[in-house]
Structures are given as C-alpha cells and as structure tokens.
C-alpha cells in the first residue's frame, strides 16, 4: 500500500468492506505492507468523490464517503490519515515501510505481529500491492516488498487470527485464478475459503482464509455485506461494486 493510493476508487471500496465488519464486531488488524510513493498516477483516480447526488456513488457508504472526501483534499495523503480519521471502527494498525531486505523484513515481520495480535484482534487484514507472490517461490528483491508471503499470512493464522488480504486478478483464467486463492492453504492448513471482488477501476480480490470453526460467521456476514447497497445497487448503469465468488476448494 502506497500514501498516494489513499482515497483513490479502490481505496473506496476497501473502506466500505472493513468499516462494515468492524461495525459487526470483528477487532480487524491492519498490516498497510506499506511501501514508498512512485511516480505513476495510480492513485489519482479521485473523480468519485466529486458525485455529491444521494444516488450516486456516496450512497454506498455515506460516512466513508465523506472521510475520504476530506482526506483526499490534503497535499500529502497518507494511510495515517485513514489510522486518525476512524474510518474502520476500533481497528489497530501497523504502518511501518516494508524492506525489500529479507533479514530486515524477519524483523518487521516480528514487529507487525507483536503490534496486531497482542490487541485481541480477530482478523488480520493484509494489504501489499501486488498480492501474494507464486506458492513455492520467492519474489526477487526488486520487486519483494510489494508482495505479502504466504508463511507471514499464514503465521497471523497458526495464531489463531482469520486473514483478509489483497490480491489482483488480473487477466487469469478461471482455473488459474482458483488455484491462486487455494494456495493459502498447504498439507498443514485446512482455511476456508471467500473471495469478494470489487469491479471499479482496476479488479481488486479480497481473499479469506478463515478458520472452519469461524466459517459460518463470515460466510453470513460476508453475504449480508453483498445484499447490501455495495453488492445491489447500480450507479449510472454499471454493476454494483462487489461480487461474492464462488470458489471451488482443490481436490472438490
């Protein structure tokens, strides 16, 4: 997660998803996996916030709607500004930049989970840039922090926290695609699996790993987010924001 990707459509979406958790009782950890601005113009796709009409895009989220509104005023942006604003409700964060050096990302690592497991959180919320790298491998070090690794997911889980995290979609087939988010899971983890895709601007994947014993929770909650505004209704005829996937678990 870049500064300048604050408040951006995507952004939008991201905040609607975790505010609405949050104000169902889920305790959310936020690792930003956060990495240093660019030159690119992702991030500037801003436009949304301007729509002031009640069926437009603000009825959504009007609360959401309006942080961002205000966040997306200042010169320089930044996740703290989503930290202070309370835009996810009781939610606890780890903001420290990701290190493309894999001694020094061991520490960081150590230090997110101290800073987000030890505040009773139950979901641990993951946002690098790209997703997870490809299972087995390990991303070159050019390109390493804008990867979450599956065993630092996977440690937030052997804690006994279910796991929310960003992926792209990009243009992979379907078989391609489902092999991606089952590759949580490995001969010692047995997660559920739920995806929820936000459709504005680039694709965006939210991919769960949740305990069995938690499943029934966040498959209710996740199907009550979706036959909310964010996945019924249509804005100047495009289709609602967020779909529920249906995911079908290797080996089914």
Known sequence: MKDQYVADIGDYGKYGLLRFLSSKGINIGVN??????DESNDGKFTDYLKDTRENGDRQYDESV????QEIAKKDKKSVLDIEKSGVILNAVFFNEFLT???DERREWHKRAKKALLNNKTNLIFADPDNGTYREGKTPPRN?????ALLD???EYYDEGADVVYYC???RRKEDAWHKKVNEFNDNSHNAKIIVLTFHRGTQRSYIFAIHPENYKKYDKLLNEFIDGPWGKISVDKKKPPFSREQ??????
């Open 247 to 252: 995911i079908v678990a290797e080996g089914e």
């Open 32 to 37: 930003w996996y956060r990495t240093e601005n």
């Open 100 to 102: 493309s050096d894999f």
């Open 65 to 68: 709607f309006k942080d961002l």
């Open 168 to 170: 792209h979609k990009a």
């Open 152 to 154: 630092e997911l996977r």
């Open 143 to 147: 390109v390493a922090d804008k990867y």
